[in-house]
């Protein structure tokens, strides 16, 4: 590997582990600013020293928390200008992809055929990662019914941000799903994407193709035994679409893809108590993320001990919450968070679920992402 | 509890709550300035010399970012000091 191509790969693998780290910055110094305007509410109208030294330090933690926003900022214009670079400069799209999230190759279930209407809607560019565009053998089961039963698995990419968000919404809302891809009349699909937060959907249409190793879903009706394609499919292939490639999909955050499928705004927190996300999933889906620095061992007491012989915690990584379970025993109440994997089963990874007790969420987890109250803000 | 007891304590709770949030944060940045680094140095000796238009930028682009990164690091550092000399304060 020429030295140009392994800088490539390297500003490739450094995109991918910003994403979710930025995010997160930026949701810690939001949460800073906050927390110093409450404190400058106390201190003001305090007399003497207490009052000339509180303001000032309100002073400096408002300009740390605007300091570290900038940061961030500054953190994605460079892993965006670096991801560029590599993809302008790598040989023959050779350059291996070290996102987080990722799995190898799906086996394809349906009949592919070529289809010259792939010629009549815009494709996102694919890469070596992704494989070829392959037309789909069957249209797409776009039902809320179906929607619901299915289970997410993603593809070559590390958009495991994106697919988590997807299982969250399947999960939460499975109408809300299906309304975000439709089938057009000319054998096309649409997909309705809002901008932004409180603007209107806009639609992207694309052929009845995807690469080889886009996401797909696991559907009841194969026994969870194979993949195939599906609406994760088509949100997957628009997203790429509206950023240009599904190597932009690497690291990309699912409370910006949460916020592209419903409109609504959705952000980042540190984890609240597992008791506050069981009333947060009465109204939101919710989306955790694992520490980037997680050793991907056996782990936990109490019910993760039991599980841990099947259960990996997959480090730097989006999972979507299934439930939050009160469990009552002779000491007291305790409470379990499942989390589903975006990944799907794997013989490697174990189980696609993990159950966790709350110590172990708290040691493992160190963000989620969740609509704000009231619609916001965040 | 006196009335002036009272906003004290409400006082250092809320301070302790902001030295935690500047704790994440400064751990964040430490951690996404070692990750910045190495691959900020690779660049800077693949192509830093030779780099022109949007090269050149996207090798400004990762500097400022280290640069900014540096910048917060102080920034969390001066509102610490701050924050513990209003604690001592109070």
């Given at each position: ?293 997680l050793d991907p061992a056996p ?80 | ?73 102080g920034g969390c550092a001066h ?12």
């Amino acid at each position: 590997m020429s030295e140009l191509t392994e800088l490539c790969a390297e500003l490739e693998h450094l995109a991918a582990q910003l994403g979710r780290s930025v995010e997160q910055l930026r949701a810690l110094a939001r949460t800073l600013e906050r927390e110093a305007e409450s404190l400058r509410g106390q201190v003001t109208g305090t007399s003497g020293p207490v009052g000339r030294v509180g303001q000032a330090t309100v002073d400096a933690l408002v300009g740390a928390a605007r300091a570290s926003e900038q940061s961030a900022q500054d953190l994605a214009a460079a892993a965006s200008a670096g991801l560029e670079y590599a993809r302008r400069n790598a040989s023959g799209g050779g350059a291996p992809s070290a996102g987080s999230g990722r799995v190898a190759g799906a086996e394809a279930t349906s009949d592919f055929v070529d289809n010259d209407a792939a010629e009549a809607a815009p494709q996102p560019a694919a890469d070596a990662a992704m494989g070829p565009y392959l037309t789909f053998g069957q249209p797409l089961p776009l039902d809320a019914a179906t929607i619901s039963t299915s289970r997410s698995r993603q593809g070559a990419r590390g958009d495991c941000g994106a697919v988590a968000a997807c299982d969250g919404l399947r999960r939460y809302d499975p109408g809300a799903a299906a309304a975000v891809v439709t089938a057009e009349p000319d054998g096309l699909y649409a997909v309705h994407l809002h901008p932004a937060a409180g603007t209107g959907a806009e639609t992207i249409r694309l052929s009845a193709s995807a690469p080889e190793r886009a996401a797909k879903s696991f559907y009841p009706t194969t026994g969870g035994q194979s993949a195939d394609w599906s609406w994760v499919t088509m949100v997957e292939e628009a997203l790429a679409e509206r950023k240009g490639s599904y190597e932009a999909l690497d690291g990309l955050g699912p409370a910006e893809v949460l916020t592209a499928l419903t409109g609504r705004a959705f952000g980042y927190s540190a984890p609240p108590r597992l008791e506050t996300i069981a009333t947060l999933l009465q109204r939101t889906p919710v989306i955790a993320g694992s520490k980037a620095d997680l050793d991907p061992a056996p782990f936990g007491n109490g019910p993760s001990k039991r599980r841990a012989d099947h259960e990996v915690i997959v480090p730097n990584h989006w999972y979507s919450v299934v439930t939050v379970a009160e469990l009552v025993g002779p000491g007291g109440s305790s409470y379990e968070i499942i989390l589903e994997n975006p990944w799907g089963e794997s013989s490697a990874q174990g189980s696609a679920y993990l159950h966790l007790d709350e110590a172990t969420f708290f040691n493992s987890f160190d963000v989620t992402s969740y609509e704000g109250a009231n619609g916001g803000p965040w | 509890m006196s009335e002036d007891n009272s906003h004290v304590r409400q006082l250092q709770t809320h301070l302790a709550q902001c030295l935690r949030t500047v704790e994440q944060i400064s751990g964040e940045l430490q951690a996404l300035k070692s990750r910045l680094q190495p691959v900020s140095d690779d660049v800077e000796r693949v192509i830093g010399g030779t780099a022109q238009g949007t090269d050149a930028q996207m090798v400004s682009s990762l500097a400022a970012a280290a640069q900014a990164l540096e910048k917060s690091l102080g920034g969390c550092a001066h509102a610490r000091s701050m924050a513990e000399r209003l604690r001592g304060a109070l």
